[in-house]
């Protein structure tokens, strides 16, 4: 995975002027008119822009390329949600061109589109033919990557603000559904393309998403070491100490506590073992305790 990572850097940097500036803009653009023409007209009308491999077999390839301009939505019942999605993938998009440039935004989309196709002809090939109209799975990538760059930015989901990265754990739920679904229908494409909407989001940030793994697996090594869990019960067992002494600090080395030199500070040693407090003088001038 690390690998596709550099070679997607090194492409970005070999090809800085790649890609259509707005691209998402045209797309949605795009999905509104084909939308629109199969509300006037039927869906039969646009479906030769979907995906088909035994269409492509026999001659029409446009459909290689065409099927990401079919909407999400066909129905006029489905308006609403159509111009909300379009709307979200539109504003999602062009923040992430924004904060990476056209180039690797081209390149997240494209990847994912040409990972779609694959999808498609390997499935065409195991089941004899295979339909794919729009790229749901890809758009819905996009926000993977809106909130690990935006985490903290809030959505109002049925009028309750939420923040991306809660918005991304549902999202990611989705995907695990629809999978799980596909799969007990026997449905392979089904099964692919949300995978491979993850697999695209991972290449795209790899060293983010093993850097959040490291961290958090060192933070809870941390919080459950013997030494820390030692830590904590000095620690509670001193402000045990302190509500029957009268005071709060008192230094190993001199005795002096804060009730008598309340001018003085004090401060704990993380290296001994131990809850250990020491004056101003003896923090880094003590033998530590083992």
Known sequence: MNKLHELSERFIRRYPEFGLPGLMRY????QAAVYVLTIFSSAAATSFL???????????????????????YSSLHDALWLALSLYLYYMIGATLEQEWGTAKFNLYYASGAVLTLLVGVITGLLVGDIWIAGT?????????????????????????????????????????????????ALNIAGVLLPLIAILNFFVFFWPDITDWFMYHSQRVKHQTSPKTIHFREAAREQKRKEARQGYRHKCEICGRTDADFPELQFRYCSRCAGYHCFCQDHIFNHEHYK
């Open 136 to 184: 749901q799975f890809i758009n819905l990538s996009m926000f993977f990557a809106f909130a690990m760059l935006y985490p903290d930015t809030q959505f109002l989901l049925f009028i309750i603000p939420v923040k991306a990265k809660w918005l991304a754990w549902l999202d990611a739920a989705f995907f695990g559904f629809s999978a799980l679904k596909s799969a007990f």
């Open 50 to 72: 979907a995906f088909r491999w035994y269409a492509v077999l026999h001659g029409e390839i446009w459909r290689l390329v065409t099927f990401v301009l079919m909407p999400p």
């Open 27 to 30: 797309i949605v653009i795009a």
